[in-house]
């Protein structure tokens, strides 16, 4: 990078160059220096699903359903949100009693090196629009409208 500001300038200074010329030149680069900050600090290719967030009629039901034919154990239980997250080794299901039951609230991706500020960032550039909430934490929305959270792989705080 230090070349190519070097080469502007050069070429700024020899009149090649107008002001405005330079000044787009360097303000490219600094978006791209961004882009690449936010790419080295989410590593988007270690990624992985933590969980799936159901909206349930019955929580205990579900429950049951899922210690039964899974062999799931309840891992917590949110009692100001009403979430109940269910897995063996770490969370896989997020039961929430909401209606319409049966559909998918959101899933999550847990990513290396996650920050919010790094996360929405790398949203933003790539045309998306980050969005954060006490329930859903960070996220974004697909173009079907599913919430796809957004947040540490070494562990969530939402549902």
């Known amino acids: 990078m230090e070349n190519i500001i ?7 200074d020899k009149g090649s160059l107008s002001r405005r010329e330079l000044a787009h030149g360097l ?6 220096a961004t882009v690449a900050a936010a790419d080295d600090t989410l590593d ?10 159901i909206q349930v009629a019955d929580v205990q039901r579900s429950v049951d359903f899922y210690t039964t034919m899974f062999g799931f154990r309840v891992m917590s239980h949110d009692q100001r949100l009403g979430i109940t997250h269910l897995g063996n080794a770490k969370m896989l299901v997020s039961l929430n009693q ?10 999550a991706i847990g990513v290396p090196g996650f920050s919010k500020q ?15 909430d006490p329930y859903a934490g960070l996220h974004v929305k697909d173009p079907d409208g599913i919430n796809v959270q ?3 792989i070494l562990g969530s705080t939402h549902g």
Do not use: E, M, N, W
């Not at 070097?6 to 700024?12: A, D, G, K, M, R």
């Not at 988007?44 to 967030?53: L, N, P, R």
């Open 44 to 53: 988007f290719k270690s990624a992985d699903i933590d969980h799936v967030s």
């Open 150 to 152: 957004i947040f540490s």
């Open 6 to 12: 070097s080469y502007l300038l050069t070429c700024f």
């Open 98 to 107: 909401q209606s319409p039951a049966g559909i998918v609230d959101h899933y």
């Open 118 to 132: 790094a996360a929405a960032q790398y949203i933003t550039q790539r045309g998306g629009t980050p969005l954060d």
């Open 27 to 32: 303000a490219l680069l600094a978006g791209s």
